[in-house]
Nanobody, 125 residues
Framework: VQLQASGGGLVQAGDSLRLSCAAS????????MGWFRQAPGKEREFVAA????????YYADSVKGRFTISRDNAKNTVSLQMNSLEPEDTAVYYC???????????????????WGQGTQVTVSS
């Protein structure tokens, strides 16, 4: 599974940004997809995840109500719409894929099998 994340950039607090992750080399609809982020000096942390069919989504408390994860299985892409961005959202954002991840594990970075290269999001105050 190859994952290519894009859409990062430099924005001001309160702005919006949309990240995309394109998958190839697999049957995309067979994989659960997730977004994580890693700020300098910090561990990689869970942001959001979406099940294969898109019927279930999960969010970190810090982004709930501001971020929305979605997927288009016809286009092999997963997106993260980020609204009301805050300086604390500054990080490198990674998309991840896993075929069989269970609910109790999806917030753990080490539980996901495949990773994209990351895209930088910087939010200025």
């Amino acid at each position: 599974v190859q994952l290519q994340a894009s859409g990062g950039g430099l924005v001001q607090a309160g702005d919006s940004l949309r990240l995309s992750c394109a998958a190839s080399g697999t049957t995309f609809s067979s994989y659960n997809m997730g977004w994580f982020r890693q700020a300098p000096g910090k561990e990689r942390e869970f942001v959001a995840a979406i099940r294969r069919s898109g019927g279930y989504t999960y969010y970190a408390d810090s982004v709930k109500g501001r971020f929305t994860i979605s997927r288009d299985n016809a286009k092999n892409t997963v997106s993260l719409q980020m609204n009301s961005l805050e300086p604390e959202d500054t990080a490198v954002y990674y998309c991840a894929a896993d075929r069989d991840i269970i609910l109790s594990s999806l917030r753990r970075a080490d539980a996901w099998d495949y990773w994209g290269q990351g895209t930088q999001v910087t939010v200025s105050s």
